[in-house]
C-alpha cells in the first residue's frame, strides 16, 4: 500500500467514526437510545438492514467463494423476497402496535418471561459469536497486510466501533450506515470496471463470460436433488426461506433497525426495499468473484493465497517441494494464458472449438491439482493450519492490482462493511440484555438515564466479548459459511417460537419452552453428527419447536385466554 492508500482508507474510516458519534451524542431516554425515537424514513431503514446483513465477510468472502465455486451461492438467498413479504404482513404490524423495544418483550406478552428470556439467551449466545466473527475478518486484512498481531487488529477495530456505538445508539448506527452503503457500492462498482479494463483488449464482457462458462462458474442455480450439495436451488428457497424468516423477523439486531422506523408502512418500505435489492448485489458480489476468476486466466495466481501458510512452509524442510509445484504452476499459467487467448479469438467466428475448450478447462484442473498438493504440504508443516484460502483471493487481487487509492477505497469498503455490521450487532446485544435481562429483573424504579447509561456499559461489555471471540476465533471452512452455520443452527428454535406465538394460539408457554429446549438440544446433536446440510437445520429447529409445542400442549391443561394479551383474536388484528 501506499501512502494515497493510507490516507483514503484512515479518513474515511475517521470520517465515519466522528460524524456517527458527534451527530447523535447525548441521548436522553431509553426510546431515543434505543429506537432512535422512530424517526428513521423507509431508505435509512432499508440501507441500515441492507448494510447490517453485509458484513465485511460479504466483501472478503463471497468473491473468493464464485472463485472457486462460480455463482451457485447466490441460491441461498433465494428464499429472502418472501420472508420479507411474510415479515411486512405478520411480524411488523404487531411489533409496532405492541411498541416494544426488543422482538422478544413480545414474547413475554404472548408466553411467559421464561420463554422471554430462552429466545433472548439464544440470541445472545450467536450473535455474540457473529459479531466477534465480524471483527475477526477484516483483522485478518490488516494482520496480512501489515504484519501486525492478528490480536492487535481485533481490538484495534472492535475499539472503533465501540465508540460510536456507545456514544449515539440506534441513531448513530443508523446514521453511519447511510455513509457506510456508499462506500461499499463505490468501491464494488470500481472494482468491477477495473477489473474489466484489466482483461485483454481482445476480450468481450460476452466472451469473458464464455470462459467462466467453460469452468462452470456461471451455473447459477442447480434443481437437483441430491442432498450431498450444499447449494441448489431448493436448500435456497427452503433453507434461505426460513433462515431470513428468523434472521430478520426474531434477531434483534435486524429488528431492532425497523422498530426505528417512522411507521408501520415505512419499516415495511425498508423491508421490501431490502427483499429487492439484496438478491442483485449478492450477484453482483459473486460475480466480481468470477471475473477474477477470468482475470487469473491471463495473469498468473499464487500457489497458495494465505500470505500466512505460504511463509510458514517456505520456511520449512518442505520448501524445495513447494517450490517445485510454484515452478509447475507458472508452465500451466503460460500455457492457459495462451489457450484462453486462442479460445477467445476463436469465439469471435462464432465457433466454440471442442479441443480448446477441453484443453482450457484441463489446465484449470490442473491448477486444482498444484493447489491441493500444496495445501498437503501447508498441513504437513502445520497440521492445524486452515489450508482454505477462499477469504485471501480477492484480498490478493486488491492488494496486487489495483491501482493507488483505489486499494485504500476497497480496504474502506471491507472495514466499513466490518463496523455497519459489528455495530448493529453490538447495539442489539446491549439492547436485548438491557431490556430483556436486566430491566427484567432490576428491583427497584430506575430513572430512564439509568437504562440508557446501562445500554452503553453493556454495549462496552458486548464488545469486549466480540473482541475476545474473534481473538480465539479461527477460519472454519470459508467466513461466510461459518456466519451462516452459527445462524442455522439457532435460529430456527427462535423461529419456531415466534411462529407459534404468531399462528398457534393454543399453545402457551409451559408447551413453548420445553419444546424449545428439545429441539434446541437435536439440532445441536444434528449439527456435530453432519446428518444433514446445516442449511436445513433452520427447518428442521422451526418444524421441531412446532411440532413437540403441539405435542407438549396436548397434555397439558389448557387455561382460559386471557383477554388482556396479544392471544386475544382483537389484539393481533
Avoid at 216 to 224: E, H, M, N, P, R
Avoid at 452 to 463: S, Y
Avoid at 521 to 539: G, M, R
Wanted: net charge neutral; hydrophobic share 50%.
Amino acid at each position: 500500500m501506499q501512502l494515497l492508500d493510507w490516507i483514503v482508507l484512515t479518513v474515511t474510516l475517521l470520517f465515519i467514526v466522528a460524524y456517527g458519534a458527534i451527530k447523535t451524542r447525548g441521548s436522553k431516554n431509553v426510546d431515543e437510545y434505543i429506537l432512535g425515537s422512530n424517526q428513521t424514513p423507509w431508505w435509512t431503514v432499508g440501507l441500515s438492514v441492507m448494510a447490517t446483513q453485509a458484513s465485511a465477510i460479504t466483501f472478503l468472502s463471497t468473491p473468493g467463494q464464485a472463485y472457486h465455486d462460480g455463482l451457485g451461492f447466490v441460491q441461498f438467498y433465494f428464499g429472502l423476497p418472501l420472508a420479507m413479504i411474510v415479515i411486512c404482513v405478520t411480524f411488523i404490524p404487531i411489533y409496532h402496535k405492541l411498541k416494544v423495544y426488543t422482538a422478544y418483550e413480545f414474547l413475554e406478552q404472548r408466553f411467559d418471561v421464561k420463554t422471554r428470556s430462552l429466545a433472548a439467551a439464544l440470541f445472545l449466545v450467536q450473535r455474540g459469536l457473529g459479531t466477534g466473527i465480524t471483527i475477526y475478518a477484516p483483522a485478518i486484512i490488516l494482520s496480512s497486510l501489515l504484519g501486525w498481531s492478528l490480536n492487535l487488529m481485533n481490538i484495534m477495530i472492535g475499539v472503533l466501533v465501540v465508540v460510536y456505538t456507545v456514544s449515539g445508539g440506534t441513531r448513530a448506527v443508523n446514521i453511519t450506515q447511510k455513509q457506510q452503503a456508499f462506500v461499499i457500492m463505490t468501491g464494488m462498482l470500481a472494482t468491477f470496471f477495473i477489473i474489466m479494463s484489466y482483461l485483454p483488449k481482445e476480450l468481450s464482457f460476452s466472451n469473458a463470460l464464455h470462459i467462466a462458462g467453460a469452468n462452470d462458474k456461471l451455473d447459477a442455480v442447480d434443481f437437483s436433488f441430491d442432498p450431498d450439495k450444499r447449494y441448489t436451488i431448493w436448500s435456497g428457497l427452503a433453507g434461505g426461506f426460513f433462515l431470513a424468516l428468523s434472521y430478520f423477523g426474531t434477531d434483534q439486531s435486524q429488528v431492532q433497525r425497523y422498530l426505528s422506523g417512522k411507521s408501520i408502512k415505512e419499516s415495511q418500505m425498508g423491508l421490501i426495499m431490502n427483499g429487492i435489492l439484496k438478491v442483485p448485489m449478492q450477484f453482483f458480489i459473486l460475480l466480481i468473484g468470477v471475473m477474477v476468476f477470468v482475470f487469473f486466466q491471463f495473469h498468473e495466481a499464487p500457489l497458495h493465497f494465505n500470505p500466512n501458510n505460504t511463509k510458514t512452509v517456505q520456511n520449512s524442510p518442505y520448501k524445495d517441494q513447494y517450490h517445485g509445484l510454484e515452478k509447475e504452476l507458472k508452465v500451466v499459467a503460460r500455457e492457459k494464458e495462451e489457450i484462453s487467448m486462442l479460445y477467445v479469438n476463436q469465439l469471435y467466428q462464432d465457433y466454440d472449438n471442442k479441443e480448446l475448450h477441453n484443453r482450457m478447462v484441463a489446465l484449470n484442473n490442473q491448477e486444482k491439482d498444484l493447489r491441493e498438493q500444496a495445501r498437503e504440504l501447508i498441513n504437513k508443516v502445520d497440521a492445524k493450519a486452515e489450508t482454505n484460502d477462499k477469504d485471501y483471493v480477492f484480498l490478493y487481487f486488491i492488494l496486487n492490482f489495483l491501482p493507488q487509492g483505489l486499494i485504500g477505497l476497497l480496504l474502506a469498503v471491507i472495514f466499513s462493511a466490518a463496523m455497519s455490521s459489528s455495530a448493529s450487532g453490538l447495539n442489539a446485544l446491549a439492547s436485548t440484555t438491557t431490556i430483556d435481562i436486566y430491566k427484567r429483573n432490576v428491583t427497584g424504579e430506575k430513572s430512564e438515564k439509568h437504562y440508557v447509561n446501562a445500554t452503553r456499559l453493556f454495549t462496552i461489555f458486548w464488545g469486549v466479548v466480540a473482541i475476545l471471540f474473534a481473538c480465539v476465533g479461527t477460519l472454519f471452512e470459508n467466513l461466510i459459511q461459518l456466519v451462516n452455520i452459527i445462524g442455522s443452527i439457532f435460529y430456527g428454535t427462535v423461529l419456531g417460537i415466534f411462529l407459534i406465538a404468531f399462528y398457534i394460539k393454543y399453545i402457551k408457554g409451559h408447551a413453548v419452552f420445553a419444546a424449545a429446549i428439545l429441539s434446541q438440544t437435536l439440532v445441536v446433536i444434528v449439527y456435530f453428527t453432519q446428518w444433514i446440510s446445516y442449511l436445513y437445520l433452520n427447518v428442521l429447529g422451526a418444524v421441531l419447536t412446532i411440532l413437540f409445542a403441539m405435542l407438549f400442549q396436548s397434555f397439558l391443561k389448557q387455561p382460559p385466554l386471557n383477554e388482556t394479551t396479544v392471544n386475544d383474536n382483537e389484539t393481533l388484528a
